[in-house]
């Protein structure tokens, strides 16, 4: 004003709004912080979720973190009930299933061995009792099933009880 020259200096800081990604692979479920100074705090279970969590910086700028999850279901087998068979007959596991993710499928006997199946590799072979579970009069099936990563293999075992044989006594006849 009336031709004068003013200097005045601003000392500016600007503080940068951030933003990240986070990938995460979780097997079942994924719990994304505690909801108040990270992530959301909720648990997610389905397949594929991109949540978005915003925070709000001491100097007032907002940062906006992306977490793209993907959650794999692990292996969920179940061997089937257990059950009896009379000695010198085969058993099928046909009750055997698996509901979640399926990876290889591994059958193995108390002894950790898989010499008695058919296929140990398939959900539902036929079991051959060996001598030594016929002595014992029982066998516990364990089936394994590998989970694809980050989830660990998962197991189910069935007992099947075996029944010796009847033996004729003496036949007597008048």
Known sequence: VNGCDSVITLDLTINNSSSSTHVVTECDTYTWGDGVTNG???????????????????????????????????PDPFAGANDTICEGLTYTLSGATNTGNSGAINWTDASGFSLGFSNPGILNPVYTP??????????????????????????????IIINANPTPGPIWHN
Not at 63 to 68: A, N, R, Y
Request: glycine fraction near 6%.
């Open 40 to 74: 959301d705090g909720l648990t997610y279970t389905s397949s594929t979720n991109t949540p978005t969590f915003t925070t709000i910086t001491v100097n007032g700028c907002d940062s906006i973190i992306t977490l793209d999850l993907t959650i794999t279901a692990s």
């Open 130 to 159: 060996t001598i030594s579970d016929i002595a014992a009069g029982s066998v516990t099936l364990t089936l394994e099933i590998s989970g694809s990563a980050p989830c660990p293999p998962e197991s189910s075992s069935v007992t």
